[in-house]
């Protein structure tokens, strides 16, 4: 019924497919921080007929999230999309944690990072980021847990 989408939303692409994937009375909750991209996202949302289906936050994805949780939305979202500020994702993992529901999805994309995330550089701190994440993920006995080799590699966490 409900999805996030804590990611810059760029031209909104993204989130203009999950509100046509939804029922009617589903919710993207889209998160961007330039007007630029609001504003070009904005007008494919209405030709599409799905404007009332996208809640755009023009914020940082941290505090749309934060406020969600404070809304007393936790445990009420089906699904949420990661692929933000990679020195967040951990952040972004746990709020997104909270705030799906058992059996909901959450999906990380970016894990592989080229390839860089295998012995990463010394000063490649994303890489490291991503890397400490993954483990942390493999771990993690909240979730479900699987990696899709695909682009640059998409963590499908199912919340138990």
């Not at 961007?32 to 023009?58: L, T």
């Not at 934060?66 to 967040?88: C, H, P, Q």
């Not at 483990?135 to 990696?147: F, G, T």
Request: aromatic fraction near 8%.
């Amino acid at each position: 019924k409900y999805c996030i989408y804590p990611a810059g939303m760029y031209t909104g692409y993204n989130a203009l497919s999950m509100a046509l994937a939804m029922p009617e009375n589903g919710c993207v909750v889209a998160c961007e921080i330039d007007d630029n991209y609001v504003n070009i996202a904005k007008p494919f949302f209405k030709e599409a007929g799905v404007e009332n289906k996208i809640d755009v936050r023009h914020e940082i994805a941290m505090k749309t999230l934060n406020d969600l949780i404070a809304a007393g939305e936790a445990g009420t979202y089906d699904f949420v999309f990661i692929d933000a500020d990679k020195s967040n994702y951990d952040g972004y993992y746990e709020k997104s944690l909270e705030l799906i529901r058992k059996g909901g999805i959450i999906a990380i994309d970016n894990v592989l990072w080229s390839g860089k995330v295998v012995n990463p550089a010394p000063d490649d701190v994303t890489s490291q980021t991503l890397d400490a994440l993954n483990k942390k993920l493999h771990k993690d006995q909240r979730i479900e847990l699987s990696m899709l080799t695909v682009g640059d590699g998409l963590t499908i966490a199912i919340k138990r």
